[in-house]
């Protein structure tokens, strides 16, 4: 059983930066793709980026340019460095690890941009 716990969330202003982490608790997470979603109320999760286990990466065009994923084998961790923050990047921002035996989501982190 695979855990994902996210951190870094919180508040920001308007074109401000904030980087999340998801830190996975097995090392097999290496071999899979993993992604950001994020979910704001009322509206349905949407995909914000993802890296494959070779770094290649994509993103939602709403946020290419401005968000970076990465990730650090060694630690079993993802990033997303988020930078030009806008007021409607406010979400819960949440890990996914989708394998071959089970779709897995970390807690969430709860971003806000406002003034």
């Known amino acids: 059983q695979v855990q994902l716990v996210e951190s870094g969330g919180g508040l920001v202003q308007p074109g401000g930066s904030l980087r999340l982490s998801c830190a996975a608790s097995?090392?097999?997470?290496?071999?899979?793709?993993m992604g950001w979603y994020r979910q704001a109320p009322g509206k349905q999760r949407e995909l914000v980026a993802t890296?494959?286990?070779?770094?290649?990466?994509n993103y939602a065009a709403s946020v290419e340019g401005r968000f970076t994923i990465s990730r650090e084998a060694a630690k079993n961790t993802v990033y997303l460095q988020m930078d030009g923050l806008k007021p409607e990047d406010t979400a819960v921002y949440l890990c996914?690890?989708?394998?071959?035996?089970?779709?897995?989501w970390g807690q969430g982190t709860q971003v806000t941009v406002s003034s």
């Open positions: 097995e090392s097999i997470t290496r071999i899979y793709t």
């Open positions: 996914n690890l989708p394998t071959v035996f089970k779709n897995y």
């Open positions: 890296i494959t286990s070779g770094g290649t990466t």
